[in-house]
């Protein structure tokens, strides 16, 4: 086991604000909110770790169906978590990014994101990706529509497009697939969530809820992930060769 292997990049589904708001008796709003402490910790720890890349599952598509006075939290929650870390963001050298159908944001949601975005657009550490109004199959399907004006445009020939061609029509272009996946609260699916790019991710699954996940846990997560063998189908005689 190699003690020092680190991930380039970690992606999480942050799950579990609900269920921890209701254990204490609070509003699901009050989660959210203690979640924010868990990200600026996750955010510590890839850096003190380097970590290159750190993406967050913040609000998938889905997530319009809830109620409305949580969305409308939620929107209130992410322009005051935006101004009030991207400071320190910038501080620490970390670069934010966004990745989703961010035009069906508020317009001052957008507006703020877009700020912060190019506040820290020439950071040279952590990249920091928010999912926002993210899903797999959207992203897939608008991939799907570039590739074809890509194709019509430039009369590419079918046989040309391969996944190298197809990926830089995603979102996440430019960027490692995720080696390590963390989905708190003990949920163990995708939820939509880079379902491309986590063809080869390991999975940790930890029962701890988003709101109590702390270095310590990421630390178990790191722990479990030194212990897997990635072969990309492979035989572990070719691996260790």
Known sequence: MDKFKIPRH???IMDGNGRWAKKFGLNRIHGHKNGVTSVREAVEFCGEKGVEFLTLYAFSTENWDRPRDEINGLMELLVDAIVKETPNLHKNKVRLKAIGNLASFPENVQGKLNQAIEFT????????????AYSSRWEIVEAVKRTVEKVVAENIKPESINENFFEQNLTTFGMPDPELIIRTSGEQRLSNFLLWQ?????????????????????????????KRERRFGKTSEQINQ
């Open 198 to 226: 986590a063809a080869y991710s390991e999975f940790y699954f930890p029962a701890v809820l988003w709101p109590d996940f702390r270095k310590k846990d990421f630390e178990h997560a790191l722990d479990e992930y030194r």
């Open 121 to 132: 657009s020439n950071n040279t550490g952590l990249v920091l990706t928010l999912a926002l």
């Open 10 to 12: 970690i992606a999480i």
